[in-house]
């Protein structure tokens, strides 16, 4: 399976256009040891020809134009893409809005719980330009713990299967909470699991509430996981803005402190663990930061932009 | 009034994501006589300090990050921006879009037609993002032919006054026929003439379906008119993709051919006149071909991003 990292930013990306944080204002002027971030946005293969996004990115547009494996093919039918589809794990805005970028006529699978298409189809009427023809968007339902099998437009098997794993109830903040009372909890945010003929096992997991045995004994299969890297600490936005949510309340379980991620999941062996969905407001960042170097010391990276992988 | 042009191009930029047309292609591979171009973006400010965003195009956040103008400026609140307001000329996805990559709970006046109000807030959920907390998004019903004026989040005046302009009853495509019936065809789209102290004028109308003698008599008053560039005949895409929509049916006058925007609008001496919201089809974006040398030739300029004016 081909991995290809094209943005690894939570969002608003880093910098962030409002955000007069320590990181986005020394990234502006070129003084930050570190780089700044699209936001996150994966895609897999198996074969190089046909690609799948994991989630729909605001960058998109951008992403795509930067990466040349994306690129149309010259044909006689006026449109063309590799993207063959994309699956999501939330209903959040930083992970569904480049959806509506990919409006321009193309045939697409879109793979999401029923929740997640009700959301976007029911609630948001500017996601029926992906329908606006017969030939577009072919909405797929998938639920936790059913596995699938990934399909291009007309319908032939990609050879990736993918297990969706409910990590968390939370729904996005723009969805009523009269609305939320008709929502399934466990089919708010999901994690995937990818795994192509080879066996190995790809673990796509940018948003988490919390970590069980469940999950666990999910992660000790993978070969990589990308992992929620949102905040460092719990009150991380709350200490610099005066106010706020918790990461936790966030649906994000932080990196830092005792039941963060490095607590929870650094004896891992077997994946390589990588932090994607980072706020631009994390220290580790900062690459000349205590915190950067305890990531790394605790065996895990940084997931960068531009970044491949091949499971 | 300091006016910059941040981006030039239609929906979905130039080149398009999925487009295999002649000039995405030879954009692409970097044989084209001409610029790529993103989404249409333009601000007005009236002291350089505080701007006014034409529409909100999906490329916003790197338009943002290219004009360092627009950056945050130090402060002590955690959050800040120089981009006071919004004001939108239709609820198109390209036009609109950029609303919800200012979510990050900023201060913002946001200028819009009831039914444009009614389609973004009522019928697509996401924008309850833009007022999580009240100290966030105002939106400001203004209706063609009322004049206003532009103010801060905190109601100071900037010294600019608009004055909204009807210029279609085309409502987007993926606002349901149902609903259309319920909204006022003269709300649809609107053309926007701004003028500051000074008494200069900027016409802005991306999108004009047709120009009748009322629309004729402000645009002689105009020093600067930017208007709806889109595509060059009205069977451009169907020749290109052997079905679609005819330009006028889009809601766009095309540039050539009897009753096209040259032949209507080429007389007009005082405005200094430039297409803008271009298409990626549209044959005038090739710097070596005779569309281009026409536009020119009959007193236009075709708006490149990163223009700057002053009137």
Redesign the interface.
């Known amino acids: 399976m081909y991995v290809r990292i094209l943005g690894t930013a939570a969002g ?2 880093f ?7 320590r990181n ?2 020394s990234v ?1 002027v070129g003084s930050f040891s570190g780089r ?1 971030r699209s936001q996150l946005q994966v895609c897999v293969s198996s074969d190089r020809t046909s690609w799948f996004l994991l989630n729909a990115s ?5 992403q ?2 930067s990466n ?1 494996f ?6 006689n ?5 590799p ?1 063959s589809g994309v699956i999501l794990t939330s209903a959040d ?1 930083d992970q569904s ?1 480049g959806l ?5 006529l ?1 045939p697409l699978q879109i793979y999401c719980t029923a929740p997640i298409q009700r ?1 976007l189809r029911e ?7 992906l329908n ?1 023809v017969s030939d577009q968007a072919s909405w797929n339902e998938i639920s936790a713990d059913t596995k699938f099998e990934l399909k291009s437009p007309t319908g032939e098997t990609s050879g990736i299967k993918c297990l969706p794993v409910s990590v968390s109830d939370h729904y996005p ?4 909470a009269k ?1 939320v009372t008709e929502l399934s909890p466990k089919d708010a945010v999901i994690g995937l699991i990818l795994e192509d003929g080879s066996g190995k096992r790809l673990g796509y997991f940018p948003a988490v509430g919390q970590v069980d045995a469940h999950l666990l004994s999910h992660f000790g299969d993978l070969d990589v996981l990308m992992f929620d890297g949102t905040f460092w600490s719990d009150d991380e936005l709350i200490r ?3 106010s706020g949510q918790t990461a936790r309340q966030m649906g994000h379980l932080p990196i830092s402190g005792k039941g963060g991620s490095l607590d929870l999941l650094s004896h891992l062996k077997r994946p390589r663990k990588m932090f994607v969905h980072i706020n631009n407001t994390n220290p580790m960042l900062d690459e000349s930061n205590e915190q950067y170097r305890q990531v790394y010391d605790a065996g895990w990276e940084i997931a960068e932009d531009g970044c491949q992988l091949e499971l």
């Open positions: 608003g990306a910098p962030q256009w409002n955000c007069v944080c986005c204002q502006r700044p605001p960058d998109l547009r951008v795509i134009e040349s994306l690129y149309p093919q010259t044909n039918l006026g449109r063309h893409s993207i805005v809005l509506l970028l990919l409006r321009e193309q959301i609630d948001n009427s500017m996601f029926a330009m606006r903040a723009y969805v009523s609305r610099l803005q005066g």
